[in-house]
Nanobody, 115 residues
Framework: QVQLVESGGGLVQAGGSLRLSCAAS????????MGWYRQAPGKEREFVAQ???????TYADSVKGRFTISRDNAKSTLFLQMNSLKPEDTAVYYC?????????WGQGTQVTVSS
């Protein structure tokens, strides 16, 4: 149905920035929501930010004011601009799309923030 491929992860020092991308393909016209999630070692996967297509944008409290989610309609690509990164942001970041009642996940991209 929908395929998602993340890119842009890497190693960055605290206070630095990274921009993640998620390229969507397949039945992209059916996507209702696109968002970013992350999972740190030994922890549960948690919500970061999302866009309801044609609607609102929401952020987790932990990233408000530092991260910005956006979408390029023409290229079917989701972005996450991450500024003022902290070691606590270290995690695998996953892109997720919602089609009807079903979720589709990308494979994830590693973000490591050093102190």
């Amino acid at each position: 149905q929908v395929q998602l491929v993340e890119s842009g992860g890497g190693l960055v020092q605290a206070g630095g920035s990274l921009r993640l991308s998620c390229a969507a393909s397949g039945s992209i016209s059916s996507i209702r929501i696109m968002g970013w999630y992350r999972q740190a070692p030994g922890k549960e996967r948690e919500f970061v930010a999302q866009i309801i297509i044609g609607g609102t944008i929401t952020y987790a409290d932990s990233v408000k004011g530092r991260f910005t989610i956006s979408r390029d309609n023409a290229k079917s690509t989701l972005f996450l601009q991450m500024n003022s990164l902290k070691p606590e942001d270290t995690a695998v970041y996953y892109c997720r799309s919602t089609v009807g009642w079903r979720y589709y996940w990308g494979q994830g991209t590693q973000v490591t923030v050093s102190s």
